[in-house]
Each structure stands twice: as C-alpha cells, then as structure tokens.
C-alpha cells in the first residue's frame, strides 16, 4: 500500500542551505574527493558557518555510495546513538556540546614495529583527509547515509607496521565519566571497545574519520576522531577513539560482552541473519516514511566479501 | 460532593489521555519527533499503554492499602485509554512503519519474541475491553470477573514486551534496563498486595496505623472506615 505521508523533517530554517545543496550536489557528481588539509587549514570549529568549499581533485571512481543523497546535517547530528552520554539519541548532541576534543592523543601500540602517540594534529598533517559519502546501518533498523571526512586505517597501520604476529585490531574509546555522563552508569562495561580483523581493518573502507559534511566531526558524533566501518552494524564504528592495539587475541566488545548472543564479534550487515528486536531484513533510512530492503554487507558486497570467503556468516554473525 | 470528586477526577484523566494522544500529533506534524519519527512515536504510544495499565492495576491497591474507595471507579477507563494507545501503538508499527508490508512483516515476526508478548498482550486488552460494558458484566456474572483477571497476565506480558525491546538484560542488569526494571517491579508489586495473605497483612496494618494515629477522626476527611469487600 503506498499510502505513507511525507514526515520528511523539515530543516531548512535551522540548517544554512546553501552549504549543503551545494554540498549534495558535488558528492553526488564527485564521490570520494580530496581535501588534502583542509580541516587543519581552515581550523574550523562546529557550528561556525562554512563557505561550500570546491572539489580540489577526484582521486577515484565511486566505490561508496556516494551517488546516494545524504542525510541532512540536521538529521546526522541529532539522532545519536552515543550511551556514554545519553542513551536518548536526541540528547546526545545537547550533552556532547561542551566535550573537550584538544588535545587529544591517539595512541597506537602493540604488536607494531613503531608504537606511537599521535595528536590530532599530527595526523591531519600526516593524512589525506577525504570525503567519503557512506550508508550506516544501524543494528536498530535505521540507516544513514553520512559524507564523512576521513583516511583510511590502513594508512596510519603502515605507518607503525603490525608485527608478523599481529591479527586483530583493538579500539579504545576515552573514559571521563566527568565529561560523559553516561559513563557514571554502572550498566555498561566503560570504556567502549571495539576489535576487528587486521585485513578488515586495512581493507580500505574502513575510515578513521575526523569530519563531516566538510566540518570537523560534531562532538556528538564521536570527535575528534572515530572509526566508521560500512559495511557493519553502526555500532562497531567506535568514536572518540583514544587507544589502537594490535593484539594476536579477538578482542572482547562491548556490545558482545553485554549481550553475546545478539551482537557477534563480526556484525556485518547481514538480512539473512536475524535480531529478537530489529529488523535486519529491512530498514528506514532516516528521512523516509517506508522500508527499504537491508543490503548484504550493506551494499559494499564488493569491496569486502572476499573477506568471508568460506566462512559461514550465519555462525560468525 | 462525592460525585462531584469524581466526575472532576475523571474528566482530569479524560482531558489527559486525549492530550497526550494531540500532543503526539503535534509534535509529528511539527517535525519534533526526531529523526525517526515512527519508531519514536512507536515507543510513545507503548509507553503511555504501558503507564496507562499500570495506573489501572494501582486501584485497587489504592483502595485496599489506603481505603480511597474511590480509586476503583477509575479502573476500567484507564484500561480503555490503554487499550486505545495500545491499538494506535500496533496500528502505527503495522500500518505506518511496515506499511502493511505483510513479506516484511512475517520476515520480522518469526524471529522476534517480543512482538509476540505484545500481540498476546493485545489480544487480552481487546477482550477486556470488548466485555468492558456494564452488559455483558451482567451477561456473563462470574465469569466476567474470571474473565477480566486476564489483566494480571497483561500487566506482567506488557512488562516483559517492554523488557525485550530494549537492549539490555534485566536480569543480569546490564543494558537499558532501569525503565523496564522499575515498570516490572511496579506490576510485581501491585499484583502482590492481591495475594489474600499480603492484603490481610496490609490492611490490618492500616487499621493499626489508624488507631495509633488516630487518622478518621477529624470530621470531613477521607471516610477509611467505609470498608468494602475486596474484589
């Protein structure tokens, strides 16, 4: 029955247009697009108002869903799953508003030939920020599509050179329960961890992103840098990063360690595999009234299923 | 002066109900229900079902631990309102969110226990309420009260449909749990001080306290010693 009403949120009064028309438009025809410094040479902070900046050079064809009308930046930074400060996705952002991000170091150690402590920075001089326009699915049955700003991991894994031994990649949110207060709460194992396989983690895809909609990432959407893995339940893309470890161990999650038979250390977007509480055969993006069929691997089948090759997805869901 | 309390108390629970039905609509009209608008106004109306059958099954409570007789002439509109939100609860996640979409649907169904809970709980609510009239209490005598005990089991049903739908575990307490777990020990509760032993013990200690403290004997206040059968 096609009968839906339009419930699209209407933003044009909060969001400034033309920024992202704009915006929309050069993704749309662009897709992955470098913007080499640009974060670090405009030195912008959130909320400021933003000039459309223009495509500087195209670095590859579009891989990633970039031809895919993004969410409004409205919709992106109100609609949060980030428990460490509120379990109220629309909380999120107004608790998050004040939440130190400088200095921040990352510091990445383990089975590396060259463990080291990196500012914030550090590595945007070191990296090529580029906009990545990608779908998140989200395990509760919404989805997003997101132009984030971002290098790949694999980069900054060359840089301090995994050891032979090395199989999995641990992450490490920051814990300050005095910043977040969700973090007071005793019902979840703080800080938030995360892990995924070494060749996940250097396929590249997978995003260590610091921005946005060409802004530096929103405090409530995990600044000043998190992971974004797209081809995975949203919640293994883990933010306000402060630890990378490469460990010879699967990491124990956070997610998995409260509720093991839901969340599976993999969690690829996966319609054959079902939840006892969310669609996982479809789903809404946000700013649409209907459902639309959920993806295998989130529609990136392409670039990450030799990953699985052989592997039943159903058992390491 | 009795009447008069009560019609004002019940016209404050009708304006309520209906206000938070409009307020919904509002706030969805508005574009003030998130980004996700169904799932929100989903969970809205769950919720207010769920608070809605609470308050019903507090009544009689009220009036077994306090003696405010009055409480049980509000228990059957409280449970029509829950009805009434629990319909637009599963009418909207049917309707609006799977827009009939019966392939979705069935994909969701088989493997989500908590929407069953919420079905059965529904189909209890809709026979409670189908019977709610003063006929078929006469039509069925006994029965009707036999019949209409079924809300107990809806009560602990809406608990567990809450509890499952939210990420956690109530019983290892982790996860979203504190909500389901306070609705839960509510229900448990006020389904407790049914048990004949705990309302006997209950209600000699409220006659204890009324001697000691000597509470009907301003002349005006609540009438505590009109003691009624216990239903």
């Not at chain 1, 998190?226 to 402060?242: D, E, M, Q, T």
């Given at each position: 029955?096609?009968?839906?009403?339009?419930?699209?949120?209407?933003?044009?009064?909060?969001?400034?247009?033309?920024?992202?028309?704009?915006?929309?438009?050069?993704?749309?025809?662009?897709?992955?697009?470098?913007?080499?410094?640009?974060?670090?040479?405009?030195?912008?902070?959130?909320?400021?108002?933003?000039?459309?900046?223009?495509?500087?050079?195209?670095?590859?064809?579009?891989?990633?869903?970039?031809?895919?009308?993004?969410?409004?930046?409205?919709?992106?930074?109100?609609?949060?799953?980030?428990?460490?400060?509120?379990?109220?996705?629309?909380?999120?952002?107004?608790?998050?508003?004040?939440?130190?991000?400088?200095?921040?170091?990352?510091?990445?150690s383990g089975l590396?030939?060259?463990?080291?402590?990196?500012?914030?920075?550090?590595?945007?001089?070191?990296?090529?920020?580029?906009?990545?326009?990608?779908?998140?699915?989200?395990?509760?049955?919404?989805?997003?599509?997101?132009?984030?700003?971002?290098?790949?991991?694999?980069?900054?894994?060359?840089?301090?050179?995994p050891l032979p031994g090395a199989k999995f990649v641990r992450f490490l949110?920051?814990?300050?329960?005095?910043?977040?207060?969700?973090?007071?709460?005793?019902?979840?194992?703080?800080?938030?961890q995360e892990g995924l396989r070494l060749?996940e983690a250097?396929?590249?895809?997978?995003?260590?992103?610091?921005?946005?909609?060409?802004?530096?990432?929103?405090?409530?959407?995990?600044?000043?840098?998190?992971?974004?893995?797209?081809?995975?339940?949203?919640?293994?893309?883990?933010?306000?990063?402060?630890?990378i470890e490469l460990v010879d161990y699967q990491p124990e999650t956070?997610?998995s360690s409260?509720?093991?038979?839901?969340?599976?250390f993999y969690?690829?977007?996966?319609?054959?595999?079902?939840?006892?509480?969310?669609?996982?055969?479809?789903?809404?993006?946000?700013?649409?009234?209907?459902?639309?069929?959920?993806?295998?691997?989130?529609?990136?089948?392409?670039?990450?299923?030799?990953?699985?090759?052989?592997?039943?997805?159903?058992?390491?869901? | 002066?009795?009447?008069?309390?009560?019609?004002?108390?019940?016209?404050?629970?009708?304006?309520?109900?209906?206000?938070?039905?409009?307020?919904?609509?509002?706030?969805?009209?508005?574009?003030?229900?998130?980004?996700?608008?169904?799932?929100?106004?989903?969970?809205?109306?769950?919720?207010?079902?769920?608070?809605?059958?609470?308050?019903?099954?507090?009544?009689?409570?009220?009036?077994?631990?306090?003696?405010?007789?009055?409480?049980?002439?509000?228990?059957?509109?409280?449970?029509?309102?829950?009805?009434?939100?629990?319909?637009?609860?599963?009418?909207?996640?049917?309707?609006?969110?799977?827009?009939?979409?019966?392939?979705?649907?069935?994909?969701?169904?088989?493997?989500?226990?908590?929407?069953?809970?919420?079905?059965?709980?529904?189909?209890?609510?809709?026979?409670?309420?189908?019977?709610?009239?003063?006929?078929?209490?006469?039509?069925?005598?006994?029965?009707?009260?036999?019949?209409?005990?079924?809300?107990?089991?809806?009560?602990?049903?809406?608990?567990?449909?809450?509890?499952?739908?939210?990420?956690?575990?109530?019983?290892?307490?982790?996860?979203?749990?504190?909500?389901?777990?306070?609705?839960?020990?509510?229900?448990?509760?006020?389904?407790?001080?049914?048990?004949?032993?705990?309302?006997?013990?209950?209600?000699?200690?409220?006659?204890?306290?009324?001697?000691?403290?000597?509470?009907?004997?301003?002349?005006?206040?609540?009438?505590?010693?009109?003691?009624?059968?216990?239903?």
């Amino acid at each position: 029955m096609d009968n839906y009403r339009s419930i699209r949120v209407d933003t044009a009064e909060i969001t400034p247009e033309p920024v992202y028309i704009n915006r929309r438009m050069f993704m749309k025809a662009v897709g992955v697009t470098s913007l080499a410094g640009l974060l670090a040479a405009c030195g912008l902070q959130p909320g400021e108002e933003q000039p459309a900046e223009q495509p500087q050079n195209q670095t590859g064809p579009d891989k990633t869903g970039a031809a895919e009308e993004a969410n409004t930046f409205e919709e992106i930074t109100n609609f949060n799953n980030y428990y460490e400060f509120s379990t109220d996705k629309t909380e999120v952002a107004g608790l998050a508003k004040d939440f130190k991000t400088s200095p921040w170091n990352l510091f990445v150690s383990g089975l590396v030939e060259n463990p080291a402590t990196y500012t914030m920075e550090d590595l945007l001089k070191m990296f090529t920020v580029e906009e990545r326009n990608y779908r998140l699915r989200c395990v509760e049955g919404w989805s997003m599509v997101i132009p984030w700003m971002g290098f790949s991991l694999a980069g900054l894994l060359d840089k301090v050179k995994p050891l032979p031994g090395a199989k999995f990649v641990r992450f490490l949110s920051t814990f300050d329960p005095e910043q977040m207060p969700g973090q007071k709460s005793r019902l979840y194992p703080w800080p938030y961890q995360e892990g995924l396989r070494l060749d996940e983690a250097m396929n590249q895809l997978t995003l260590l992103a610091t921005g946005l909609y060409g802004r530096p990432m929103p405090n409530q959407n995990g600044a000043p840098i998190r992971l974004v893995v797209p081809w995975k339940y949203g919640f293994k893309s883990i933010k306000s990063i402060v630890k990378i470890e490469l460990v010879d161990y699967q990491p124990e999650t956070l997610w998995s360690s409260i509720a093991p038979n839901e969340y599976g250390f993999y969690s690829n977007v996966n319609p054959d595999v079902s939840h006892p509480r969310w669609s996982q055969a479809s789903e809404r993006r946000i700013g649409e009234a209907g459902r639309r069929p959920t993806l295998m691997f989130n529609g990136y089948g392409e670039e990450v299923a030799y990953l699985y090759e052989g592997m039943d997805l159903k058992e390491n869901y | 002066m009795y009447s008069k309390r009560l019609t004002f108390l019940k016209a404050i629970i009708h304006v309520i109900a209906w206000s938070a039905l409009g307020w919904l609509i509002w706030d969805y009209y508005s574009g003030n229900l998130t980004a996700n608008p169904l799932q929100a106004a989903t969970q809205r109306t769950g919720k207010y079902a769920l608070i809605l059958l609470v308050a019903s099954l507090a009544c009689t409570p009220l009036n077994t631990l306090f003696g405010w007789k009055m409480s049980l002439k509000f228990r059957r509109m409280l449970g029509l309102y829950a009805f009434m939100f629990a319909v637009i609860h599963m009418l909207i996640f049917v309707g609006l969110d799977y827009g009939f979409n019966w392939n979705f649907l069935w994909q969701d169904l088989a493997s989500k226990r908590y929407i069953w809970v919420g079905l059965l709980t529904l189909i209890i609510l809709t026979l409670l309420a189908a019977t709610s009239f003063q006929w078929w209490m006469r039509r069925l005598g006994k029965n009707w009260k036999r019949l209409h005990r079924l809300i107990y089991l809806a009560g602990g049903l809406v608990v567990l449909h809450y509890a499952w739908s939210k990420k956690g575990d109530v019983l290892a307490l982790q996860g979203d749990v504190i909500q389901p777990f306070a609705f839960g020990l509510a229900v448990a509760l006020l389904l407790l001080v049914r048990i004949p032993a705990v309302r006997q013990k209950a209600t000699a200690f409220r006659s204890y306290l009324r001697l000691k403290f000597n509470w009907a004997a301003a002349p005006g206040t609540r009438r505590a010693d009109t003691r009624i059968k216990i239903p």
